[in-house]
């Protein structure tokens, strides 16, 4: 038993100092290698919020260019008491002045209030610059407002129907490749909203393959 946390701490020891360095030295070469690119066509900050299960809300800054798209840092605001404009003007002013605001032509967030006036407000504070919404996320917004009306919600309801009988069973989904191509139903994507509308295109594509899926004579005499 000593000799393995012997052997596990020499391990840790060797990842920290001497492999974890040599991993952030490459990282920061290839940072540097992006940001050779970013004094001839710019780049694009792109903001975004998150909320985990731990109910902890952060938001992500990431900087686009030609060459790719870099981390650049997460700020936990979960324990702001007011999450207004002013604040996330504060939050986006300092990353274009950490990035360097000669080389930033846009900011991209979504479409929270307070994060559009915040962008507005960025504008007149810093005129070389645009923002600009999210469109993925207003698209989204558009999905969860069509998603309410009765007869689109009666339709998603019998599309989760369909797919939760399905993919309850590691046999039942088996058998649907075998009729589908080995496609699956479910294309599961960042935003909830266009997953349901994805699957529901997919069921409708599949919708032949499927019906002779129940009709075939393995299906009526299985369990």
């Known amino acids: 038993m000593l000799v393995n946390s012997f052997c596990l701490l020499f391990i840790i020891k060797q990842v920290t100092e001497v492999y974890l360095p040599m991993e952030y030295e490459a990282l920061q070469n290839w940072i540097k290698s992006h940001k050779s690119s970013w004094a001839e066509r710019g780049v694009t900050i792109m903001c975004d919020g998150w909320s985990g299960p731990t109910r902890k809300h952060i938001v992500n800054f990431l900087v686009y260019s030609n060459r790719g798209t870099i981390f650049q840092k997460s700020v936990d605001v979960t324990d702001v008491p007011s999450r207004t404009a002013d604040y996330y003007l504060g939050l986006m002013d300092k990353v ?118 129940i009709h075939s004579q393995e299906w009526k005499h299985s369990k």
């Not at 294309?187 to 899926?213: C, G, N, W, Y």
Request: overall charge neutral; proline content about 1%.
């Open 96 to 213: 274009v002045d950490e990035i360097g605001e000669e080389y930033v032509v846009q900011i991209v967030t979504d479409n929270e209030a307070a994060i559009k006036a915040a962008g507005y407000k960025l504008m007149e504070k810093r005129e070389n610059l645009y923002w600009t919404g999210c469109a993925a996320h207003c698209i989204d917004l558009m999905l969860e407002d069509i998603g309410k009306k009765k007869s689109v919600a009666n339709v998603l309801d019998c599309a989760k129907v369909i797919t939760r009988f399905i993919y309850n069973s590691n046999w039942v989904v088996d058998f649907m490749k075998r009729f589908t191509g080995d496609r699956e139903l479910l294309r599961p994507v960042i935003t909830r909203f266009a997953t349901i509308f994805i699957t529901l295109e997919s069921i409708v594509k599949h919708k032949t393959v499927l019906q002779d899926m």
